[in-house]
């Protein structure tokens, strides 16, 4: 897990971040989140030194969070300020609880395990209006759901007149470039569409344009070639474990008409459809070097798994 260890991961949305502390799990470890005075986001392990119990069941109290057992407060250090049974006691560094890094961005909160190298990937050119979606639980890998993300291949069938139908099969050739640090890309796949956004009242054609953020995050550029409609969506992925995974999808939009509602219920509707069968697929975590089959329309695919590769990452993929 080394690798892991150097990225910022996705952790929860700003706002739901308030005045309670805040459970999270990233790659197996149980960990809290809460505000200190100032308002800026703290991470802990979501443990008590002193007898184990979770830290994220209990409360904030003079800018520290509290144990729900015996009242250990432990400030935004991780230093252990107040032992009520012993008031007397002065707490040495052995008593302090491990502290991780934190910051805001995208509307999300992000951690790290370590000292991380990696920063969380900087967006530019977006529609000003944002939606954020999620969090959403899944039973398999967060690399699996990267995949699903990029694949276009499964619109007829997945989507069944909404993204796609069963008279437009085929994936149209398209050409896989990368950015100077290895990113894939897809600058330009042309796609028929019965349904394709919130609100369409018929079929059209869309461009597409994908680009792979991070091992576990990617970006998709979507415009209607007969209305002036710009849609950029990113899925931000965090690895629970080997093989669960939470996610979130933003949603960049020029789109003045439909509502904050229409927008979010035509988005979950549409991971409604892929969510059974991303948790049905065998193994969970993602094969990057050989079990799966391939055809062209999967250019993509076997990009983003070489890229996998390449950086080195192991959770998530076998």
Not at 64 to 77: K, L, S, T, V
Not at 222 to 232: M, P, Q, R, V, Y
Not at 266 to 276: A, Y
């Amino acid at each position: 897990m080394d690798k892991e260890i150097q990225w910022w991961w996705p952790l929860a949305l700003n706002e739901t971040l308030c005045g309670e502390p805040l459970a999270v799990h990233l790659l197996g470890q149980p960990l809290v989140l809460w505000r200190n005075a100032q308002g800026q986001p703290v991470l802990m392990v979501d443990r008590c030194p002193h007898r184990g119990a979770r830290l994220s069941q209990g409360r904030i109290r003079e800018q520290a969070i509290e144990c729900p057992y015996h009242g250990w407060r432990f400030d935004e250090q991780g230093s252990c300020r107040t032992i009520p049974s012993s008031p007397d006691f002065q707490p040495p560094a052995s008593f302090n609880v491990c502290r991780y890094p934190v910051m805001e961005r995208h509307g999300l909160i992000w951690g790290a395990l370590g000292e991380a190298i990696f920063a969380p990937p900087t967006l530019h050119d977006l529609p000003s209006r944002r939606l954020l979606y999620g969090p959403f639980d899944i039973a398999t890998s967060a690399p699996r759901a990267v995949e699903n993300f990029l694949d276009t291949a499964h619109f007829s069938y997945v989507h069944t007149d909404w993204l796609g139908d069963s008279e437009h099969t085929q994936v149209p050739h398209y050409e896989v470039s990368h950015t100077t640090d290895g990113r894939p890309v897809i600058e330009a796949l042309k796609a028929w569409q019965p349904n394709a956004y919130a609100g369409a009242t018929q079929g059209g054609c869309v461009t597409y344009r994908y680009e792979v953020l991070s091992p576990y995050s990617a970006l998709l550029r979507k415009h209607s070639d007969n209305c002036s409609l710009l849609d950029t969506y990113v899925i931000w992925t965090c690895p629970m474990s080997e093989d669960t995974c939470r996610l979130w999808f933003a949603q960049y939009t020029n789109d003045t008409t439909s509502t904050d509602d229409q927008l979010r219920n035509f988005q979950v509707s549409i991971f409604s459809q892929d969510r059974p069968v991303l948790e049905s697929q065998v193994p969970k975590q993602l094969p990057i070097s050989h079990g799966e089959l391939h055809c062209a329309a999967d250019r993509m695919s076997v990009a983003y798994r070489r890229y996998l590769k390449q950086t080195g990452v192991r959770v998530g993929v076998c």
